[in-house]
């Protein structure tokens, strides 16, 4: 037969624990005693008996008084730390019932912590609802200007076998366009890009002068697939376009166009974000493009002015603006905010790149 341990039998003052249990003989027993038995430790010192000397009262005592000084730590911990010690002071035969109490009165400290705690955030703002002016005036249902916000335009002379976008040559496609644009490029204001294309492929200091810059792939319209983000920079001038391609049916599709004396330009998730200097010393505009699956376009979401942070900008020029280029004005905002800046690199021959 497997040996089993003896168990101590209850006397009639209740000098053992419960029936078929041993009596604990130390804290460390009757903290396994309480875990084992899924009961507090005070009902443990109760069912065992060690809660019934006068010592062990006053360490549970102090033990609920910890409990309720939660709110008011200071004066809660030191009247507790004083009865446990009372308690063990009455002698060495109940020192195991008073260690009982200073155990108790640790493990309730520690939980009684900042850690939790709720913080105050100050007061609430009161909230101002908005007023309604003219209430009398008529909604418009269309736009004043029709500025192709959501013009998308497949690329001539561009295919695309397979729909791998990383095949086309960025160079190509800026090429496709000046063809398609010979007002702009050819005598137009941007002759200086026209000419500087046959620079796209050099080597050394003639190929930094193509204007094609590095090309950057990424699915912005979700479908799984990787989308072309190209720039090149309109010259003379201070000017910088910027394209979004995408591919349908082995074909490029330009689904955004801007151009603007660019700051920097960022890829965030299904988003083009443009920032460009403003008219007004200390601020900037930020344009935020992102993919709209209705209008299957990039759509201009966000137009705001924001503060530049220590970033001087050189004023705006004023050129004659392409057809690609926005003429819907910039409303001005006052939200602040400092902005990163990144500087494109230019592209030699085939550009490509993350």
């Known amino acids: 037969m497997p040996r089993t341990r003896p168990v101590r039998p209850t006397g009639p003052t209740g000098s053992g624990g419960p029936t078929g249990a041993p ?34 009262v006053r360490s549970s005592g102090a033990v609920r008084s910890s409990e309720a000084a939660c709110s008011s730590r200071a004066a809660g911990r030191s009247e507790a730390v004083r009865r446990s010690g009372t308690a063990g002071r009455s ?19 520690v939980g009684c912590g900042d850690a939790g705690d709720l913080q105050g955030a100050g007061a609430t703002p009161t909230a ?50 000046i063809a398609a644009n010979p007002g702009d490029y050819g005598a137009g204001a941007y002759y200086e890009t026209a000419r ?69 330009v960022e890829l965030a998730g299904r988003s083009v974000i443009i920032r460009a200097p403003s008219e007004v010393a200390g601020y900037e505009y930020r344009l935020q493009w992102t993919w709209d699956p209705q209008q299957r376009a990039m759509l201009l979401t966000h137009d705001e002015m924001l503060r530049a942070g220590n970033r001087k900008h050189a004023p705006r ?22 902005s990163p800046t990144s500087a494109p690199d230019s592209a030699s021959g085939s550009a490509s790149g993350r």
């Open 317 to 338: 020029p004023h050129v004659s603006k392409g057809p690609h280029a926005s003429t819907s004005p910039r409303p001005a905002s006052s939200s602040p905010g400092p």
């Open 196 to 264: 500087r294309m046959a620079d796209c492929g050099k080597s050394g200091a003639a190929g930094s002068r193509c204007p094609v810059l590095k090309a950057y792939y990424r699915d912005l319209t979700g479908d799984g697939h990787d989308d072309l983000t190209l720039g090149f920079r309109q010259l003379p001038g201070n000017l910088t376009a910027v394209r979004v391609y995408t591919v349908r049916k082995d074909r490029l599709v330009k689904v955004m166009a801007y151009e603007d004396a660019v700051s920097s």
């Open 128 to 177: 101002v609802s908005p007023d309604k002016l003219w209430p009398d005036l008529t909604p418009a249902s269309s736009p004043a200007f029709d500025i192709g916000e959501v013009d998308t335009e497949v690329v001539k002379g561009i295919k695309v076998p397979g729909g791998g976008i990383r095949e086309v040559d960025p160079v190509a496609v800026v090429r496709a366009e």
């Open 91 to 109: 002698g060495t035969a109940r020192r195991g019932s008073a260690a009982v109490g200073v155990v108790l009165l640790a493990s309730l400290a």
């Open 23 to 56: 009596r604990p003989s130390g804290p460390a027993s009757l903290l396994r005693a309480a875990r084992v038995s899924g009961i507090s430790l005070i009902d443990a010192m109760r069912s065992f008996g060690a809660a019934r000397s006068p010592e062990a």
